[in-house]
């Protein structure tokens, strides 16, 4: 971890809190452009985007990190605040912000901005069963700061069909996430040296 923040710190990233619906249209078009490189579509982002749009009161306003390269957005924060806590709500890179580690820079610098104020815990979130992300996060916390199993979902039926819906969309997605996985292990195995080729006996 410590390797790959000096990388990025070589780079010449400008980070700050940006505000006002400029940063929020910035953070959407980040959004959206990792969207369409990791082939997913985000379920929460969207609505809490046009939500603050619209304007949240300043007491549960987020603040919006957005880290620049040459005046380019590249990287970007949505930072939520509670209390003596700050939460890493939502994320997002352009294609050129993982070859130069800049989530590494921003999330060092949102650690000193967040000291800075005065909070006491920075809440990054759970890991999604991503091994990349659970390494960048645990790497992130360090010796000084502390993890803790996440309770799961929990989901409250009415009646026997309600659960059988619920239970069959379960299913679904647990095994849209496994043929995916599978899917991201094959193309990572064909692109090892020497996968194709075969040896005569």
Same mark, same amino acid.
Request: net charge positive; with cysteine; glycine share 10%.
């Given at each position: 971890?410590?390797?790959?923040?000096?990388?990025? $710190?070589?780079?010449?990233?400008?980070?700050?809190?940006?505000?006002?619906?400029? +940063?929020?249209? !910035?953070?959407?078009?980040?959004?959206?452009?990792?969207?369409?490189?990791? #082939?997913?579509?985000?379920? !929460?982002?969207?609505?809490?985007?046009?939500?603050?749009?619209? @304007?949240?009161?300043? +007491?549960?306003?987020?603040?919006?990190?957005?880290?620049?390269?040459?005046?380019?957005?590249?990287? @970007?924060?949505? /930072?939520?605040?509670?209390?003596? !806590?700050?939460?890493? /709500?939502?994320?997002?890179?352009? *294609? /050129?912000?993982?070859?130069?580690?800049?989530?590494?820079?921003?999330?060092?610098?949102?650690? #000193?901005?967040?000291?800075?104020?005065?909070?006491?815990?920075?809440?990054?979130?759970?890991?999604?069963?991503?091994?990349?992300?659970?390494?960048?996060?645990?790497?992130?916390?360090?010796? *000084?700061?502390? !993890?803790?199993?996440?309770?799961?979902?929990?989901?409250?039926?009415?009646?026997?069909?309600?659960?059988?819906?619920?239970?069959?969309?379960?299913?679904?997605?647990?095994?849209?996430?496994?043929?995916?996985?599978?899917?991201?292990?094959?193309?990572?195995?064909?692109?090892?040296?020497?996968?194709? $080729?075969?040896?005569?006996?």
């Amino acid at each position: 971890w410590r390797y790959n923040l000096k990388v990025a $710190m070589k780079t010449e990233l400008e980070i700050r809190v940006e505000s006002g619906p400029a +940063a929020i249209e !910035t953070f959407d078009a980040l959004f959206r452009e990792m969207e369409k490189r990791k #082939n997913y579509h985000g379920d !929460t982002w969207h609505p809490v985007c046009a939500g603050l749009r619209k @304007g949240f009161p300043d +007491a549960v306003r987020p603040s919006i990190v957005i880290a620049r390269l040459e005046g380019r957005p590249i990287a @970007g924060a949505v /930072i939520g605040h509670s209390g003596d !806590t700050a939460h890493y /709500i939502y994320g997002a890179t352009a *294609d /050129i912000a993982t070859e130069i580690y800049a989530g590494y820079a921003m999330q060092w610098w949102i650690l #000193n901005w967040l000291n800075g104020l005065g909070y006491r815990w920075y809440d990054l979130g759970g890991e999604s069963g991503d091994e990349g992300l659970r390494q960048f996060k645990k790497g992130l916390v360090g010796r *000084d700061g502390a !993890t803790a199993p996440l309770a799961g979902e929990f989901t409250m039926c009415s009646d026997s069909l309600s659960r059988l819906i619920n239970h069959t969309l379960d299913v679904i997605r647990a095994t849209k996430l496994k043929l995916k996985r599978s899917r991201l292990k094959r193309q990572l195995m064909a692109m090892l040296p020497g996968s194709g $080729m075969r040896t005569q006996s």
